[in-house]
């Protein structure tokens, strides 16, 4: 081939590449302006949609507040306060309630029961009863405040009525009769009161309100009293605490006052094992369940197990926004080491001296890890993340929603040049 021709032949490319460059070149120019308008907009776009919603997004509260470090790393474990714990008072707790016989509602019996923890409770604290009905049934939950006007509170709670029917006894003709309720019903509220005690007996100068409440009108559901639900006392409650807050709150107080929100249900058996309750807070029982290991309680507290389901007081106050945890076993597994609910042999003899020590001793060594006021912080636990609380998903949407807006702004903007 010749080479003249090769040399006219690239020449004629080179201008004509030059022609393409220059076009090119302007082509690039304006899609670099549009892309720089494009990302502008977007990113005010972006920045404008996602302040306010981070702002409002729960998370970013506890995002505010410093590492927790707990006292023991700190100090060394200081466990003053849960050595107070006397496991025989709490176990004449339970003898005493079950002395009152069978505390059903509406019957003289919750009555007189009621009756006992109010007035043992106002020895500690300002206690008052708080009475509703369940069809017509005359129910009534106790509350008892120690520091009652501080702007925090922390709640510990259980339920002091006994159950209607014994509808999983192993004798199926003792399946219509009562059950006395040592572990379920008993055995929380003795540990409450105990605690209690030591509580108002301790010399430190707490900054939050203790709430000691105990519910009526659990234990009825699935035809324990015909017609009657799960936690009918509990749901009762935090519907007054919607509609008439002055009631149940002092002037600085309000729901979001709730700090955490502990449940005791059934920690008196045998071979004690809490399950991971699902409507629970993560980092409460996080928090919770490590405290229990640092006072040698691993078992009780594992920290690694599969989720469960239950309904139990703790849920209505959990689908509030409160931080949550239920301290209870997984009662339908018989091999769990405490057979025995919704049985009459939930009583006395089915009760366990230590496990009642472990769960008060772990709830006080809570209490003073963290409310000391000595502590230049205080944790606010986040509570149940749901799907849309997840930092990662509030992000995602932010940046879907910012960029579709961008799209069609940017679509716009083509069509009108
Ligand atoms: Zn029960």
Known sequence: MSGINNFFLRKDLKMKNKKCFSFLKLNMKKKLINFIRFFLISSIIFVS?????????????????PEYIPLNSQLGLNTTLADQFNPTYAYNNIQTQLDFGYRIPGTNENLEC???????????????????????VSCRNVISRVNPNMSQIAVFAAHYDSRAIAEKDLDTSLRDTPILGANDGGSGVAVLMEMARVLAASKINWN?????????????????INGWDWCEGSKWMINEMKNQPDVYFRKTQSLESI??????????????????????????????FEIGHSLGYESTFPLEDA?????????????????????????????CGWPYHHTTADNIDNISQDSLKITGRTVLQFIYETYNPELDFFKKFSSKETFFSNPFVIGAGILIIGVSIAILIKKATTMNG
């Open 307 to 335: 989720e469960h389901n239950i309904e139990d007081d703790h849920v209505p106050f959990a689908q509030e926004g409160i931080p949550t945890l239920d301290l209870i076993i997984d009662f339908d597994d018989l091999t």
């Open 114 to 136: 009621a009756n006992w923890i109010n007035n043992q409770m106002q020895n500690y604290s300002e206690s008052e009863i708080y009475n509703f009905t369940v069809d017509d």
């Open 49 to 65: 949609l996602g302040m306010p919603i981070i702002i409002i997004s729960p998370s970013e509260t506890s995002l505010q507040i």
């Open 259 to 288: 700090n955490s929100f502990i449940l005791l249900d059934m920690v008196g058996g045998d071979n004690l094992k809490f399950i991971h309750e699902i409507h629970d807070s993560d980092e409460l029982r996080q928090t919770v």
């Open 208 to 224: 939050i309100s203790f709430w000691f409440v105990f519910f009526d009108a659990e234990d009825q559901g699935n035809s324990g």
